[in-house]
Nanobody, 122 residues
């Protein structure tokens, strides 16, 4: 079993930055890919980005590409999502998930965190 805990969310003004963390416990997740998703009220959960375990290659949704960066620190069992130039439409609960590969579909992941709220004010 892998337990995931997200942190780093909060209230930020448009144009600001946040770094979200996804820390694993219970079992190392160096062998897992990690995906980031977000869900705004009344909307479907959507893929934000992810990072593979084999080569640490990151992937990004078009909506955040160019202003986000995903990295992992296996020694700390932590994956990070750095988000810059935040927009009000980035407001959502952000989740991390662990699985065998980076998938766009959220139902392909094995473990999920509880989420962290990101609110971007205009």
């Amino acid at each position: 079993q892998v337990q995931l805990v997200e942190s780093g969310g909060g209230l930020v003004q448009a144009g600001g930055s946040l770094r979200l963390s996804c820390e694993a416990s219970g079992r190392t997740f160096s062998g897992y890919a990690v995906g980031w998703f977000r869900q705004a009220p009344g909307k479907e959960r959507e893929f934000v980005g992810g990072i593979e375990f084999s080569d640490d290659e990151p992937y990004y949704a078009d909506s955040v590409k160019g202003r986000s960066a995903i990295s992992r620190d296996n020694a700390k069992n932590t994956v990070y999502l750095q988000m810059n130039s935040l927009k009000p439409e980035d407001t959502a609960v952000y989740y991390c998930a662990a699985g065998s590969r980076v998938y766009l579909n959220y139902d392909r992941y094995d473990y999920w965190g509880q989420g962290t709220q990101v609110t971007v004010s205009s």
